[in-house]
């Protein structure tokens, strides 16, 4: 027994399903071959949802003057009127008009030649021949698919190691000032300790100096001084405020004028909150050189005047 139109599609690697579509939806070998190629891209289950739609109209010639001509002659295939094709059975004909949107067919007595095996195997391998063609075609689709999912995905990991190390740089800052902040406020709050300790201890020497003079009996003389002599210690009593000049190290000199009851720990403060640094001592540059400590209650709570820092002097920041 020869080998049937099914078993050559089947050999050639169609579905057995998709081949009994195509069978029944074609009629022939020829047109089976068409519809697999038409129908590649469509789902089997589209295909088998779809296979009993889509009936043509036939034209209304068939019941014409016309085809009584034909004297009930057995109607051996159907014709297209609309391009002249003649179509082995009715499922061919539903094929033809769902593939070319024709829709006026008749009845002949024309008899379709069937194919020659040698016409067969020229199709198949015409069908092979597109097949493989459009393998190609989507290997090389499915390689540039590829290279471009793989630049994408790459620029996707540049931007986000961008976005990334804006962050670190982001959190980096925020870290610095952070630390800066708490050194100032550090600073602050130990400055503001220690005036507090001077103030108290300033507090116990003068209870302590006018209860001594009260056991004693002492009375403050008042010195007379001569009108001639007084002119240069009014004078020296007459400055208001202090300009100082503050020498940083690393640091651009910075110039800053205060009261002259303003105390070296206020001082102190103010120039640690402007500059960010710790401050523990200032040195005059003027001789005798005299170094004050902030720690030291008796250096921070005195004020510049009682430091002979006005009308102006200059100081090393340490």
Not at 17 to 24: N, T
Not at 75 to 101: I, P
Not at 285 to 310: H, M, V
Request: aromatic share 4%.
């Amino acid at each position: 027994m020869g080998q049937t139109d099914r078993d050559l599609l089947i050999e050639m690697g169609f579905d057995p399903r998709r081949v009994d579509l195509a069978l029944k939806n074609s009629g022939g070998l020829q047109d089976a071959i068409t519809w697999l190629g038409s129908h590649e891209d469509t789902q089997l289950e589209d295909l088998e949802k779809d296979s009993g739609t889509g009936m043509p109209v036939v034209s209304s010639l068939t019941e014409t003057e016309d085809s009584k001509t034909t004297n009930d002659a057995e109607a051996k295939s159907y014709k297209c009127n609309d391009c002249g094709k003649l179509l082995r059975n009715w499922d061919a004909v539903q094929f033809h008009a769902e593939r070319t949107e024709h829709q006026n067919f008749d009845e002949s007595v024309e008899e379709i030649r069937p194919l020659t095996e040698e016409e067969k195997k020229g199709k198949l391998e015409e069908l092979k021949q597109r097949l493989e063609e459009k393998r190609k075609a989507q290997a090389a689709e499915s390689v540039a698919d590829a290279k471009r999912n793989e630049a994408i995905r790459r620029k996707k990991d540049q931007d986000s190691e961008k976005i990334k190390e804006e962050l670190r740089k982001k959190e980096q800052l925020r870290d610095i000032e952070r630390r800066k902040q708490e050194k100032i406020d550090d600073a602050k709050a130990k400055a503001k300790i220690k005036a507090e300790i001077a103030a108290t201890q300033q507090a116990r020497r003068e209870a302590a100096a006018k209860a001594k003079a009260d056991r004693e009996g002492i009375v403050a003389a008042q010195t007379s001084v001569p009108t001639a002599t007084s002119a240069p210690s009014a004078n020296k009593t007459a400055h208001t405020e202090a300009r100082l000049r503050f020498q940083v190290s690393g640091r651009p000199p910075i110039t800053k004028t205060f009261a002259a009851e303003t105390s070296l720990f206020e001082v102190a403060s103010s120039l640690a909150q402007e500059t960010g640094i710790a401050i523990s001592t200032f040195t005059t540059t003027f001789p005798p050189r005299k170094t004050y400590r902030l720690e030291e209650p008796l250096d921070s709570g005195l004020t510049l005047k009682e430091a002979n820092l006005t009308p102006s002097a200059s100081l090393l920041v340490g």
